[in-house]
């Protein structure tokens, strides 16, 4: 009944929202479990997500799944990712009974071949899909983005540059998130979608990314309806 009550208050839901994933590590710890444990419970918490937003009527959604500067991270740790993510993306492919599709942003460069092939083989099956997107940032950082998309034209021969040659050449060529949503109260961008976000809303709450639900994107979704997007322009 409480989450009846709370959609009857949605107001504009956002047609993209990006989501920073944070906390894995953190809920581990505070249940004295293996950091393995808190990524698992994460990727959980990513397709919950979707179910949700899909629900919602959200139409897009970035999940910030393996940052460039991830590589940082132990081996161990990387390699567990790693394997976690192609489990993910082998659930997405074989459970797929309503329309998701799947898109890729990030550098190919740096994946293992077997991650890449599994990446390929989803985004191939689900690319007629008419339904949710959700868009995987996989070794993925904003700044490498928008150099890249620089490189790109160069390698065309573009001379003058718009910022709609831009935003053209970014991976993905999808309307810009509406909203990001960060868990685990940290309060920064981390390298992620840097160019969408020149007028993007921000949301961000303490819950860990493991214990984030439907309620939780609910209540963001909430506070996202009470604000005034203005672009520039003067209130009212």
């Known amino acids: 009944m409480e989450n009846k009550g709370q959609f009857s208050q949605l107001q504009n839901v956002p047609v993209h929202v990006g989501f920073i994933m944070d906390g894995n590590g953190r809920w581990a710890?505070?249940?004295?479990?293996?950091?393995?444990?808190g990524h698992r419970e994460g990727a959980a918490a990513?397709?919950?997500v979707a179910e949700a937003a899909k629900k919602l009527g959200i139409k897009y959604i970035t999940l910030y799944a393996f940052s460039t500067e991830n590589w940082r991270r132990p081996p161990a740790e990387i390699a567990a990712l790693m394997s976690l993510l192609e489990e993910t993306l082998d659930k997405f492919a074989k459970e797929d009974e309503d329309g998701v599709r799947l898109l890729f942003s990030g550098r190919r460069e740096g994946l293992a071949s077997g991650v890449l092939r599994k990446i390929d083989r989803v985004l191939a099956a689900t690319a007629g899909n008419k339904g949710l997107v959700v868009n995987l940032a996989?070794?993925?950082?904003?700044r490498q983005e928008i150099a890249d998309a620089f490189a790109?034209?160069?390698a065309a021969g573009k001379k003058k540059?718009?910022?709609?040659?831009?935003?053209a050449s970014l991976y993905q060529n999808i309307p810009e998130p509406d909203l990001i949503i960060r868990t685990s109260c940290e309060m920064r961008l981390s390298n992620f979608l840097l160019w969408q976000a020149a007028y993007i809303e921000l949301y961000f709450t303490d819950v860990l990314w493991p214990d984030f639900r439907e309620p939780q994107l609910m209540q963001a979704l909430v506070e996202y309806g009470r604000r005034e997007r203005r672009y520039g322009r003067r209130a009212g």
């Not at 710890?29 to 444990?37: D, I, S, T, V, Y």
């Not at 996989?138 to 904003?142: A, D, R, T």
């Open 161 to 167: 540059i718009t910022e709609a040659d831009i935003s």
């Open 152 to 154: 790109k034209l160069a």
């Open 138 to 142: 996989i070794n993925y950082g904003g």
């Open 46 to 48: 990513a397709r919950a």
């Open 29 to 37: 710890a505070a249940k004295n479990l293996p950091r393995e444990a």
